[in-house]
């Protein structure tokens, strides 16, 4: 498509911003996958429609907060991406245009406050647990509070499980076939410590050393998608840090800190080559625990005594659109002995999770959420398998929601012993 | 126009009605973004009577507009009047009734074609006009420019499937053309209702015919060192007497974009690729499929696969249905001209495209449904260096007026919408397009309908399509 942009005024993150839009031919194939457009049914709120409007915008034709509730309204879940004969590669264009449009932007005190917590306790653990606890004593005013923190609380589990902690390394059972350092992420930490419990076990059984660095914290893609690249570029250096360089990939059991974390050379696009290298050299290794299994040749468990069971499988957006992994956890559950699987129609329409979105914009959320559990429901399956810990959480609540809930678990769970 | 906005306001609320820059600019293209215009206003209609309410109001106040689906027209058909409205239709995407026992259904003009199809499924019945963009575009658009698609060789155009359109004319006025009964009496309104491209007014209701899903599929892909010897090929399944669903050829460039947009497994050592599929009951396609193989045998085919599944059937249809767009992963910008001729001269016009376009010094990417003659060649060409569009535009030309000359048509399936407008008067006389604009003068007497669409205003337009578009100069058109 054609534009006007003049990119020396965009930094070093312009060039990535103006190729989607030069690839985009504006055919609509994205329509139909995109969760808003098909809600909605408008074309500011498609992805074609959107790729415009930042056009016009990085041009300098209409004031960013102009379009800002569209932009706002993107989940970031890249099924345009997966949909387009054309290649744009959409994330390139929006996570780059948030940020540099997050500098103009002037938000509200109550907007300010509601990001300010997400990002002060989502990626911390403990005080995600703290939360937590308050978040149980306001449930039944929540409704009364501003609708994002309403939103937060509601989606608060009402217990957590018990605190886990991991030691520094985990040898391989039998011989040694490759060592890898595992990303145990924040909210997923707090919300379920038994998936990365089940990642080690699966890796060891399969002849890997497991590292899970003391020092490491939250990946930063939180704070990504969300256009707070300084935050997420503090966070993602500290783990360069206390990542090992010794170790064959960089295994995360979440797909969004996955998919944020082979992203990281755009968001360090713009500083210097030594930030800029150490991105590229960490990003290179991060792979989705699916991902690495698959590669490495996964031998599954003995499961001969275990009772048959139909499964379906749930594409979460960031590891089937942002990293295109769709074929590997297919193949690994259907190398379980007993079990079936289920494949849900539209599959590539998100839960609505994404992120932070199901708090930020909750009434698209809980709409994506109920089409999803219904897709779902329809499978007949006994249980549902997804590679995201926000999936996960939000498929579980709006089950609830609607009283008849699904058992949802991550795929790493069912290549462990059952 | 105040007060036409004003009354618009009491038809739809403001979450309906977008008046501001940031839900208007989305709306200044379809899919021939070569050609932008803001329209005044877009409205969402919810309902049939808004509808009506809409366009009383656009005759009264002789404000034209624009109804628009999936806007995926590759004519400019959906492009915007600056003066006027966008009636989006959209949320009028409702399957109103499917009648099994009939094979036929009443839908909404804002259904999606697959959509349609996947409804039908349950009942083994599908729609059969599959253009390219099914996924994506608007039964009410397929409508409008009478559609077609790989399978239209064996069932037809998007007309052989229409039996009735509850529509409203250019004034407000609700009209029933044709019913759901599959024979009719009087003429053919339906017909002339069928690829007007908006002249006439907005389907609200449409009733159309189901088929049978067919028993089983054969696919066949050939792959050629030659476009020529791969449309002789067509001509030879021809002629042995077979009727193929579809009949589809690729050249090099297309097989390369295909195959990076969806890894469909094309050959890419070949230099043209046959696309063959023998639908029906099985023991039709079985005794179809040993007449092909005999005859494709003949045509010094470099390969010859057959699709094993349904899946691998799938994969290659995904990759000739998102030919179109995966060019764009090889060019910055293309021009895909929608020529027809007979299908006996097909290897003379591919000959005469791969001469003008080196002559151009631009790329051309061939992709076709070699079947019925109609010809998809796509060119190719980078729209931020100075002139590139204007010699891109002539050629297109060229290719279309080489077209008639063979006794073709400007347009298979596309339509003439904004784009192909200055070649009517090549392919018509003056008297054929005086009785176009009498018919369209009595339907719609201030022209308010999709103005500036298919018909060549009173401005007499240049026969040259070199140099900017007769409607840039005339200002009713401008490119950003």
Known sequence: MLHQISDTDLGPSGASMIKPIEACVHCGFCLPTCPTYSTMGDEMNSPRGRIFLMKETLEGKIEPSEIEPFIDNCLGCLACVTSCPSGVEYGELISPYRAWAEKKRERSLSEKLQRYA??????????????????SVFKPVAKYLPKGFGAMIELTPDQLPAKQAFNEKYPAHGDRRGRVALLIGCAQQALAPSINAAAIRVLNRNGIEVVVPKSQGCCGSLAMHIGESKQARKAALKNFDAFPADVDAIITT???????????????????????????AFSIKVMDICEYLDQIGFIPPDASDAPPIKVAYHDACHLAHAQKIRSAPRRLLQSVPGITLLEPAEWEICCGSAGSYNIEHSDTAKELGRRKVANLQATGADLIATG???????IEFHSRVQQKPLRVVHTIELLDER | MTSFIEKLRQIYPPERLYEDEARLIPYV??????????????????????????????????????????????SGGSLPISEGIVISLNRLNSILEIDPDNRTARVQPG????????????????????PSSQSVCTIGGNLAFNSGGAHCLKYGMTSNHILGITAALPDGEVVQLGNDSLENAGPDCVGLFVGSEGLFGVALEIQLRLLPIPET??????????????????????ASGILPGAMEIMDKLAIEAAEAAVNAGYPQDAEALLIIELDGEASAVDAEFEALTASIEKTNAKEVRIAQDNDERLLIWKGRKSAFSAV??????????????????????????????????????????????????????????????????????????????????????HGVGVEKLSFMPEMFSEADLNAFKRIRKAIDPHEISNRGKMLP????????????????????????
């Open chain 1, 118 to 135: 997400l990002l002060k306790t989502i990626p911390h653990p403990s005080r995600f647990r703290t939360a937590s606890k308050l978040a």
């Open chain 1, 254 to 280: 979440a797909a969004g800190c996955g998919s944020g974390m082979k992203e990281y050379p755009i968001l360090f696009a713009e500083r210097d080559e030594t930030d800029l290298n150490e991105a590229e």
């Open chain 1, 388 to 394: 995201n810990i926000g999936c996960l959480s939000q």
């Open chain 2, 29 to 74: 293209s379809d899919g021939l973004t070569a050609f932008r215009e803001k329209p005044a206003a877009v409205v969402m209609p919810l309902n049939s009577e808004e509808i009506v309410e809409t366009l009383k109001l656009c005759h009264e106040h002789q404000v034209p507009f624009v109804a628009r689906g999936s806007g995926t027209s590759l």
């Open chain 2, 111 to 130: 259904v999606i074609n697959a959509h349609l199809s996947a409804a039908g499924a349950p009942h083994g019945l599908y729609f059969a006009p599959d």
């Open chain 2, 217 to 238: 599929y054969r696919t066949m892909l050939a792959s050629y060192d030659s476009l020529e010897a791969a449309g002789d090929a067509v001509a030879a399944v021809v």
């Open chain 2, 328 to 413: 764009g992963r090889l060019s910055p910008d293309y021009l895909v001209q929608d020529g027809v001729v007979p299908r006996s001269k097909l290897g003379e016009a591919l000959k005469e495209i791969s001469r003008l376009g080196a002559e151009a010094g631009l790329r051309v990417a061939n992709v076709f449904h070699a079947g019925d003659g109609n010809l998809h060649p796509l060119i190719l060409f980078d729209g931020n260096e100075a002139g590139a569009l204007e010699c891109a535009e002539e050629l297109a030309g060229k290719i279309l007026r080489y077209c008639l000359k063979l006794g073709g048509s400007i347009t298979g399936e």
């Open chain 2, 457 to 480: 205003g009173k401005e007499a337009p240049a026969l040259s399509h070199s140099g900017p578009h007769p409607l840039e100069k005339a200002g009713i058109i401008s490119r950003m």
